[in-house]
């Protein structure tokens, strides 16, 4: 696999009482992100997923529909601050993995794909990291609305 793209995003980038969220909040928003993604992303029209164990690790096995197209991946959670997504390649797009890395008062994105040779820097990929940059930013902002629901109903 080589890196496409890595970023972070600071809570308090989204929201000034967002850095306050704790890990464990993070974490439990990360993993239903990943039981329910067609309610974070809408292009995303539904989900189908299973859980399962594979080689002794408890993974989401999950289909995602985009209109006629379906993408299948796969999610675990290596430890409590990291949430790791494998994406099957096919004819129209490689094999890759999205990592989310949760840190100190932010959040760290690591996109990478399997691929031969080094990646073309071109408008392309450019517009390819604007996008993962755009949807994370959304689902982190997506995690503080909800974090402001859950407090209004204690």
């Given at each position: 696999m080589?890196?496409?793209?890595?970023?972070?995003?600071?809570?308090?980038?989204?929201?000034?009482?967002?850095?306050?969220?704790?890990?464990?909040?993070?974490?439990?928003?990360?993993?239903?992100?990943?039981?329910?993604?067609?309610e974070?992303?809408?292009?995303?029209?539904?989900?189908?997923?299973?859980?399962?164990?594979?080689?002794?690790?408890?993974?989401?096995?999950?289909?995602?529909?985009?209109?006629?197209?379906?993408?299948?991946?796969?999610?675990?959670?290596?430890?409590?601050?990291?949430?790791?997504?494998?994406?099957?390649?096919?004819?129209?797009?490689?094999?890759?993995?999205?990592?989310?890395?949760?840190?100190?008062?932010?959040?760290?994105?690591?996109?990478?794909?399997?691929?031969?040779?080094?990646?073309?820097?071109?408008?392309?990929?450019?517009?390819?990291?604007?996008?993962?940059?755009?949807?994370d930013?959304?689902?982190?902002?997506?995690?503080v609305?909800?974090?402001?629901?859950?407090?209004?109903?204690?």
């Open positions: 080589r890196k496409v793209h890595e970023f972070t995003i600071a809570l308090a980038d989204i929201d000034s009482a967002a850095e306050k969220l704790s890990e464990a909040f993070l974490f439990r928003s990360l993993e239903h992100f990943a039981h329910h993604p067609h974070y992303f809408d292009p995303m029209e539904s989900s189908i997923v299973r859980d399962d164990y594979h080689e002794g690790r408890h993974v989401l096995f999950r289909e995602l529909h985009f209109g006629k197209t379906k993408v299948n991946d796969r999610v675990y959670f290596p430890d409590h601050l990291t949430m790791v997504t494998e994406v099957d390649g096919c004819d129209d797009y490689p094999a890759s993995r999205m990592t989310i890395f949760i840190e100190s008062a932010c959040v760290r994105f690591l996109y990478e794909q399997d691929c031969d040779s080094e990646l073309d820097e071109d408008i392309y990929l450019g517009l390819r990291r604007k996008a993962y940059e755009q949807k930013r959304e689902l982190l902002e997506r995690i609305e909800n974090s402001k629901k859950s407090e209004s109903l204690d």
